[in-house]
């Protein structure tokens, strides 16, 4: 995520605003390609080095904490509005499936 002021912004010339939000594009892209990676690897240099116990749910654990949050969703809603409970629920949608849950379940099957 990238923050700046929007009167900082509206200061620059066109090239420069191009220049910014297509770097913003790239930085974007790039981590989103590599973040799930480096989440994995930080997550094992816990386990290895780290007193923390860590609980990696199950799919059917994970399927049982998602039924349990489908109301709070609903409920949010009546204050955060529809359209960001929809993001939420797309996030969801996008991240039930990622590659980290299924590399979680190849390791429980062995």
């Known amino acids: 995520m990238v ?8 200061r620059q010339t066109p090239e ?4 910014l939000l297509e770097a913003m594009e790239e930085t974007t892209a790039w981590n989103e390609k590599h973040a799930e990676q480096m989440n ?6 816990i386990k290895r080095e780290s007193p923390i116990a860590i609980h990696e749910l199950t799919p059917a654990e ?9 109301p709070l969703y609903d409920e949010a809603e009546k204050t955060i509005g529809s359209t960001l409970i929809k993001q939420i ?6 991240y039930e499936h990622s590659p980290i849950h299924a590399f979680q ?5 062995k």
């Open 16 to 19: 420069t605003k191009r220049i």
């Open 40 to 45: 994995k690897d930080q997550l094992e240099d």
């Open 105 to 109: 379940e190849e390791d429980e099957s």
């Open 62 to 70: 994970r399927q049982k904490w998602m039924k349990a949050l489908d």
């Open 3 to 10: 923050l700046t002021d929007q009167s900082f912004f509206d």
């Open 89 to 94: 629920r797309e996030l969801r949608a996008r």
